[in-house]
């Protein structure tokens, strides 16, 4: 035979009370449960609430069980109602403030301030009262004494606990005042166009430990939205985030490009979108080295030539032969090109070269063939010829006349 089960629960965290029944039963419970309680008695059972501050407590509740039968029971600790209590303008609620421009569809922490202007000087207790409507729950009260003239101003704050369920947060706020054994009640509701969102999840890195980053949401006000920072080679997250356009700006690191900024957007989604965001950082080349070299050679094998800056400020360079040879140089400006002498060959007029920094200048020494010089006669040279040809003509007029 299954035993009688009671199941208890309660609106206030801080609600406690007992349940008792047949044969002295009695257990406590405590918290918003639920709490299960079992026993083999059949019988009527009781549960009864213990007083928490100014709610009003919940009614003391009696039912009789079979074996077998679950009964569930709610404690409501209620907010006061205005009923059988004189209603009269002793305060007027200004405004409310403490709501945020949006909130998360989920539990939501919120330090309500309730701004007041009280109509009638008073001295003694006021208690305020914040129920939900949305979900007919009281979530706050306060008390506080006071001490005002007609006219003065007071700003309350209640700590409440909103459970977010539609677009609106749907709140109905109760001032009462305590004067002469009497309450005297102000109600208003407090309807607040304020939407709601899944909340997201950002994540960013980057591909070097140095590197850094800021995100921002609404990065074009001053100062933005909302803003993060991070940095490093590793994911870190950023969680319960607005969804929105979210822009990512990376910092300079010295010898590497800077990653270019990146925008993603957040979407309202059930159950929270995610992003991620990653910045390579990519290494700066050094640039070449830069170098200024003359290159120089003859147009034959034994041509050789000296080099040396026109100011006499360094060494002189020597080279020979008909192939290049490279020479690196620290001084810029005018070189004088001289080539040296070699047999049969007329060396070249030296030439003044101007040397620019970080280039590269080539000279060629053009040797020319030496021409024979003209042969001088003597007259004893020139006489010979003349005297064979007298000879010969002698011979052949001694020989006509023989």
Partial sequence: MADVRIIVQNSLAEASGVVTGPNEYYKEFSGTGPSEFFNSVEGEYSVEWNKVGDYVTPTKQTKTLVFGEAWNVYGDYACRTC???????GFQIKNVGGIPEWVYKDTWNLNLTVNLICWKSTTGDILIYIRDKNIDKCIGVIRQSISLLRGDE???TIPVTVDIVENDLDLEIRVLTYWGNKYYCEVKSYTVGCPFYYAGTIKALTSIPEGNYTICRGCNYVPPSEVLTGGGDEVVTFKNKKPADWTITFGDVEGYETPKSITKTLDNKIGGDVIDFYGEYNMIEPPPEEHTYIKAKTNIMDGHYYLYDEYKYGDYLYGKGSEFTEFEVDIVGNYVFICGSVEGYVPPVYKVINVVENTTTELI????????PPIEKTTTECCIPCLLIIILLLLHTWQRNK
Wanted: charged share 15%; net charge positive.
């Fill in 83 to 89: 009923s059988g209590i004189v209603i009269r303008n």
């Fill in 154 to 156: 007071i700003s309350i």
């Fill in 365 to 372: 020494g053009e040797y020319k063939i030496a021409s024979s």
